[in-house]
């Protein structure tokens, strides 16, 4: 673990998952420091308590909920804990609290899985597979669409009037879109969400932590089962 005496420490690839996070952090103006390595090598000192699933991003907040140390692993869970930690980006009310918890958990189930696997399907894998790349691609233009659709009944986010967690997840996996082959042209209301969003300071600020996006482009495909975004 690197030492500091911030109480933030985030274990961080430049990867969608890792950008929601980043984000999210930087959206909160919360202080914290990263714990960057790279995909597919063997995991820094104390990234296996943080996220047992051995997946980054993971966090580990020195003054927790509860007052000691706390860990947690996979991006939406993060989001939601700093949201509830911090009472930000997420609304208090009930109704648009499950809103809001909704579209992350889309996000988490769908958008992100799909997306990830039709870019190995159709960018990094050894093999090219018609079945998966129309497959996967399918669905990924299906989920854009069901996105689309939303933005177009709010008028605003993705879970209503205000920005929330739900879009700080949803953003990075529409970051990917032209190595994949899509146009946000098809999609007028995702489009002009997507360019609102992309204008935030705070989200710069996140896509650059790390390398950025470029650091994300330039790392090679991963062939074994160490550490994963």
Not at 21 to 37: G, K, N, R
Request: neutral net charge; contains cysteine.
């Amino acid at each position: 673990m690197i030492e500091s005496d911030l109480d933030l420490t985030l274990f961080y690839a430049p990867t969608p998952n890792g950008w929601k996070v980043t984000i999210c952090l930087e959206e909160m103006d919360l202080p914290y420091q990263v714990a960057p390595f790279k995909l597919g090598v063997e995991p820094p000192d104390g990234f296996l308590v943080a996220s047992p699933n051995g997946k980054i991003p993971a966090l580990v907040d020195r003054r927790g909920l509860g007052g000691s140390v706390q860990t947690v692993f996979e991006s939406a869970a993060i989001l939601l804990y700093l949201a509830e930690k911090t009472g930000q980006f997420v609304d208090p009310d009930p109704v648009g609290r499950y809103s809001v918890l909704q579209w992350l958990i889309w996000q988490a189930a769908g958008l992100g899985p799909m997306g990830g696997q039709h870019g190995h399907f159709l960018l990094y894998a050894a093999e090219k597979v018609p079945y998966a790349i129309r497959r996967y691609g399918d669905e990924v233009r299906r989920l854009y669409a069901v996105l689309d659709a939303q933005l177009a009944r709010t008028g605003a986010f993705v879970a209503g009037e205000n920005y929330s967690i739900a879009d700080m997840a949803c953003f990075p996996w529409i970051m990917t879109h032209k190595a994949q082959g899509l146009t946000l042209d098809d999609y007028p209301a995702l489009k002009a969400w997507f360019a609102l969003v992309r204008a935030r300071p705070a989200v710069q600020r996140g896509l650059s932590a790390g390398g950025g996006v470029e650091a994300m482009r330039s790392r090679p495909h991963l062939t074994d089962s160490r550490v994963r975004s």
